[in-house]
């Protein structure tokens, strides 16, 4: 019989290995600053040419390697981590399988440069494609220095998966970023290609660290904590409830100085934020676990960023608790800013006067309903430009109201005027006493947009399906129940609003050219690394779309204006959203792809919510809007906007048939 299993030769093994350690460039650098970490370096410093496959070099001052060790550090399976492996239950090293230089120097052309302490010159090994070996002695400093070249260039499929150059690069910076903040005592520098992206001090202070990484208004922001128990012990910073992200791609957690990933310490964060924050928003955190490693197994994935522990539901109930303390202990109170270019000196209680000449105001918990600011010697501005941002707690939603213009609202100087959405160039004063709703309408648009569009395709049948019904009540100030006497009818009141905003938000981009409105005061906004990249990469579509950027520093940039269809809602805070939106979609959009992320998402933002109570005018003007759509029967996220019952169901229901 022909044998059919064989030994693989060691140039295949190491090809499949690097398939498994080394994804793209961002796994080469991953696993090239680990061993510089692990030879004891203070320095690190990183240089990338384009998307990392040209060039990408490691400089550091560790140990270095030895003349005898340097020709078997390229060989796989060869480690100084480890000698068997009980050693893993005392593990303190990033790297112990002995794979990462052996994988890269199988799809590359790689060279090391090494010199220890105790030696008067260097070492330089020379491989291609893992193969061709040449050693030569030369003069080079203390420590060593990698250099990646041609990366994938003898597995061309390979390159065909990799994404953009800004897209890879912003990995390899957030790569780059991650290992900085769980190492804040070694200085890290990334240069791409001449320009220092990333220079972190090295002097072990986290918020620093943080500040560089992630921006210094949110590590200004962070809640320091530090929490000792038996096993375990947790410290680093946490966000108060008004800084969260869409995403967890601003949540950082580190285990002895790894980076990890771990479902078990995002669902223990999670919990200790319960009822803090709303849901399906996260927190800006950055912890740093310290426990013993016979504790948890690194040794699950060949990257190591997977861990396994051993008491899960003790660890978790750790975390939880030490989030939830220190959230409390902080007693973060709701604020009201007004975003400056300035910030502010002092999060402190203002007086009266301090407030006229101040950009920051903090109120006590009893400010939430109502809020009186006088404003007698200071110039009004128009909504479009006044970016007021009120965080209160999270179940303190105040509820967004809506009126039919049939009704007549009456109001005193002190009476709150429900939130409208004004055209761009409006101004109503504090001292107007004009009737809003007696106006024309071409002047004021009331929350649900009744206008008719000459343009729009109304679809005949689903307009005679909802134009001869009408309202009967409002079920968990979520559904409104109607009928026409034949059928019963319950439509969900957030995806129905939320379908006619997306409609004519729709209807205004395609119509009008992308006109900005310039903001009176531009706003600074900090980014990630990674964010940079995306806003980088996606300007000139942000552009298109009406927004006007401009670099002011490094990785801050002015907003200096918005779409005019962004209406009155905190623009900055709209497309940091967006950029983490983009992020989250892992590949290249296009220009119809953002405008549509970006249409949804002030749809939803301008849509009654759930547990929005309604008056019989409001739900009868809902569904007349809906009736207008070419799509009343979902979202834009295509959730049903209502479901029916006929009067046979019913009787079914009754045994009436």
């Not at 007693?331 to 975003?339: R, V």
């Not at 809020?371 to 009120?390: G, Q, V």
């Not at 983009?582 to 590949?587: I, Y």
């Not at 290249?588 to 002030?602: A, N, Q, R, S």
Request: hydrophobic residues 35%; aromatic residues 6%.
């Amino acid at each position: 019989m022909t044998p059919v299993i064989h030994i693989l030769d060691a140039h295949s093994a190491n090809q499949i290995s690097a398939g498994e350690v080394v994804e793209r460039p961002a796994s080469v650098v991953k696993e090239l600053v680990e061993n510089s970490i692990d030879s004891g370096a203070k320095h690190i410093d990183i240089t990338i040419e384009g998307n990392g496959v040209p060039l990408i070099r490691v400089r550091d001052d560790g140990s270095g390697i030895g003349i005898t060790d340097l020709p078997l550090a390229v060989i796989r399976h060869a480690t100084s981590k480890i000698s068997q492996i009980e050693d893993l239950n005392h593990l303190q090293t990033l790297g112990f399988r002995g794979e990462a230089l052996p994988s890269i120097a199988s799809v590359s052309h790689l060279e090391i440069s090494s010199r220890p302490v105790d030696e008067a010159a260097g070492l330089s090994l020379t491989l291609h494609g893992g193969e061709e070996a040449e050693l030569k002695e030369i003069g080079c400093p203390v420590g060593t220095s990698v250099t990646v070249r041609d990366l994938f260039y003898n597995t061309p499929a390979r390159l065909k998966f990799l994404k953009s150059t800004p897209t890879e690069f912003g990995l390899i910076s957030d790569t780059i970023g991650r290992i900085a903040l769980a190492h804040p005592d070694i200085a890290f520098s990334l240069t791409h290609p001449q320009q220092v992206v990333l220079q972190t001090t090295g002097r072990g202070d986290l918020r620093e660290a943080i500040g560089t990484v992630l921006g210094y208004d949110i590590a200004r922001q962070l809640i320091p904590i530090n929490e000792q128990q038996e096993k375990w012990h947790l410290a680093g910073f946490i966000s108060p409830p008004n800084l969260v992200r869409s995403s967890k791609q601003a949540q950082f957690f580190m285990i002895n100085g790894r980076i990890v990933r771990s479902p078990i310490l995002s669902r223990a964060l999670a919990e200790g934020y319960h009822t803090l924050i709303p849901v399906k928003l996260h927190p800006v955190v950055v912890l740093h676990l310290t426990v013993s490693p016979s504790d948890y197994d690194v040794n699950v994935h060949p990257t190591k960023m997977d861990v396994r522990f051993k008491e899960e539901q003790a660890l978790t109930q750790f975390i939880r608790e030490t989030v939830y303390r220190g959230l409390i202990k902080s007693k973060p109170l709701p604020s009201i800013q007004i975003k400056s270019s300035i910030p502010p000196k002092s999060q402190v209680p203002l007086t009266l006067a301090e407030v006229q000449n101040s950009k920051s105001l903090t109120l006590s918990p009893s400010s939430y309903k109502k809020i009186d600011i006088c404003e007698s010697e200071a110039p009004s501005l128009p909504d479009t430009h006044s970016k007021l941002s009120y965080k209160p707690h999270a179940y303190e939603q105040s509820k967004i109201k809506f009126t039919n213009q049939t009704e007549i609202l009456h109001k005193s100087p002190d009476t709150v005027v429900p939130d409208l959405k004004m055209p761009a160039s409006s101004e109503i004063h504090k001292d107007d006493q004009i009737n809003l709703y007696q106006r024309e309408p071409e002047t004021v648009k009331d929350y649900l947009d009744i206008q008719e569009s000459s343009t729009a395709q109304i679809d005949a049948e689903s307009t005679e399906s909802l134009s001869h019904m009408w309202p009967l009540t409002q079920l968990f100030n979520t559904y409104i129940l109607a009928t026409d006497g034949k059928v019963l009818i319950m439509i969900d009141q957030h995806a129905a609003h939320e379908r006619v905003n997306y409609e004519r938000l729709l209807r205004e981009f395609r119509q009008a050219e992308q006109a900005s409105q310039t903001l009176l005061i531009p706003l600074p906004m900090e980014f990630s690394l990674q964010e940079e990249q995306v806003l980088i990469e996606n300007l000139w579509i942000l552009n298109e779309m009406g927004f006007i950027i401009e670099q002011f520093g490094s990785r801050t940039y002015l907003l200096r204006g918005v779409p005019v269809q962004t209406g009155s809602f905190q623009a900055d805070d709209l497309l940091r959203q967006f950029i983490e939106e983009v992020l989250l979609k892992n590949s290249p959009p296009t220009f119809d792809k953002i405008l549509e992320e970006w249409i949804y998402m002030l749809a939803c933002k301008e849509s009654i919510k759930a547990k929005d109570s309604l008056s019989l005018p409001e739900m009868e003007q809902l569904m007349a809007s809906l009736s207008r759509t070419e799509n009343p029967y979902t979202c834009p996220h295509g959730r049903p906007t209502m479901v029916t019952m006929t009067r046979s169901e019913l009787e079914k229901r009754f045994y009436r048939t």
